[in-house]
């Protein structure tokens, strides 16, 4: 059977199990509703990378590569740096995963990583000019490994990770002089997303792949502390107001536990 | 960088109270090949929007026995922004767009009854002001209604968020570009179902809470526009004139 006829038949079994279970109140691993599998967190893993970190979450493991470089400028704001995130889904992290040019899936989750980011205004853009028509650009590659479920919260550690091990390199006449730091990247915030998927009635955080296949709608809420800084309903389904209201709250609270890691 | 004042003596930049959306006008079916067509002006934005199939869905090996696959391509034209001249074609923040376009149509239409077919929604944005996205969803959704695609509810949504310190509704260009948050959100209309949301820049619970229920009243007047828009391209023999 090919892979793609076998995760539809996978979705259907997952479905069924996961409703079953559900209705005696467990998950497919025994853990709470609102419970994390296990998270570890390995920074400085690369030593040619100004920054990177490996994070897992159970099975699914993302590492994250943070590399310097000089760029024009965005004509909108000349005296600002740059960054940037991208997301590879390497065709060994899965079965469905294939060779070529960058799904929309891969899309979503490096924006959705981007946005979390941004908006907590971790990176301080201006303390990145260079001299007139070149900055310096952060570019942070996060590499999808292992698919075990849950690809956007352990991207989204890794990069906090990462960029909490980067150490900003010298620049002497407008070149990067690498492996010669000023000091570390600072870092006042450190965003981290929470996902959940709602299956029936009932709302799961970290969902596992097979758990995924049984999602009826899926939201991710990236916050730091007391913040929200970024949501994104991802895939089919909706939700009441009041079950965005709900993965809020647990997304706050479970933030500050990611954060614990880094 | 400068930062304009977003808020002065009780009123937004273009003079809007902060509940008050920007004129929409929505025309449907004013485009002779597509299925279903709808053209939506929403302050500054310009949208056109054309619906194919169901038809034959190809590649062929992506075709499901089960339904119809829903696809969305939303692009913004080279001049649709006050800046320089942009790229044509799909790009990494449009390819994230149609991926999440699609996703919130999937809800609603019954793909169901058309299996083995695909249904294309093309939008494109030919002005841009702030807010595309959300102008494309209504787009969509009067273009699919308009090309007799079965469906069990109808999606309107609106852009709120936070600028120059105010909870706001429908967010131009210079409040999302300068404000402190954005939150595309929509809904269909029956259930309040959230069918769509994203969110960036930084809110409190409350203030989502608070976002969340003026989207909600905010989206039921787009929904009326997006009726009447659909009663009145049945009035209208043989299609409606575009007007841009």
Request: hydrophobic fraction near 40%; charge should be negative; aromatic fraction near 6%.
């Amino acid at each position: 059977m090919g892979d793609e006829a076998r995760e539809l038949v996978l979705k259907e079994v997952d479905r069924e199990l996961l409703t079953n279970l559900l209705a005696q109140g467990k998950r497919m691993d025994e853990r709470g509703l609102n419970d994390y599998r296990n998270v570890k967190v390995t920074k400085g893993v690369l030593s040619t990378a100004e920054g990177s970190a490996l994070a897992q979450i159970g099975d699914t493991k993302v590492l994250c590569g943070v590399k310097f470089g000089e760029m024009t400028p965005f004509p909108d704001r000349p005296k600002e740096g740059v960054f940037m995130v991208m997301a590879e889904f390497l065709p060994l992290a899965s079965p469905t995963f294939e060779p070529g040019p960058p799904s929309p899936y891969s899309i979503e989750l490096a924006r959705v990583v981007d946005r979390g980011i941004r908006s907590a205004e971790v990176i301080d853009t201006e303390s990145m000019f260079i001299e007139e028509g070149k900055v310096l650009a952060i570019f942070i590659d996060l590499y999808v490994m292992d698919h075990g479920g849950n690809l956007t919260d352990t991207a989204a550690l890794a990069a906090a990770a990462a960029l909490s091990d980067t150490k900003v390199p010298k620049v002497v006449d407008g070149k990067i002089v690498r492996k010669d730091y000023t000091g570390p990247l600072k870092m006042p915030d450190k965003p981290v997303t929470s996902t959940f998927i709602k299956v029936g009635d009932k709302i799961l955080l970290d969902p596992l792949r097979s758990e995924e296949h049984a999602s009826d709608c899926q939201l991710t809420v990236g916050t730091i502390e007391g913040q929200v800084v970024c949501m994104q309903k991802s895939g089919p389904g909706s939700m009441k107001k009041s079950e965005v209201m709900e993965c809020i709250d647990v997304a706050l609270a479970k933030g500050k536990e990611l954060r614990s890691y880094l | 960088m400068e930062t304009p004042e977003l808020f002065k003596d009780g009123k937004r930049l273009d003079g809007r109270a902060l509940d008050e959306l920007r004129p929409i006008r929505i025309i449907a079916g004013v485009l002779k090949e597509a299925e279903g067509s709808a053209f939506v002006e929403w302050g500054g934005n310009k949208i056109i929007c054309g619906i194919y199939g169901p038809r034959e869905c190809i590649p062929k090996h992506d075709a499901s026995p089960y339904k119809s696959l829903l696809k969305c391509r939303y692009t913004m034209s080279p001049f649709a922004s006050l800046e320089e001249h942009g790229r044509t074609g799909p790009n990494r923040r449009s390819t994230e767009i149609s991926k999440v376009i699609r996703e919130a149509f999937g809800n609603v239409v019954m793909s169901g009854e058309f299996p083995k077919t695909q249904i294309d929604i093309y939008v494109d944005v030919l002005q841009a002001e702030g807010g595309t996205r959300i102008a494309a969803i209504a787009a969509a959704a009067v273009a699919l209604a308009n090309a007799g695609i079965p469906m069990k509810d109808m999606i309107s949504g609106v852009a709120v968020g936070k600028a120059g310190g105010q909870l706001a509704v429908d967010l131009g260009k210079a409040e999302d570009n300068y404000g402190e948050s954005d939150m595309p959100i929509a809904f269909t209309h029956r259930d309040k179902e959230i069918v769509f949301l994203q969110m960036d820049g930084k809110l409190t619970p409350d203030e989502l809470s608070k976002s969340i229920d003026s989207a909600m009243e905010a989206s039921e007047k787009v929904y009326m526009l997006q009726s009447e828009a659909l009663k009145k391209s049945y009035e209208a023999e043989g299609g409606q004139e575009l007007e841009i």
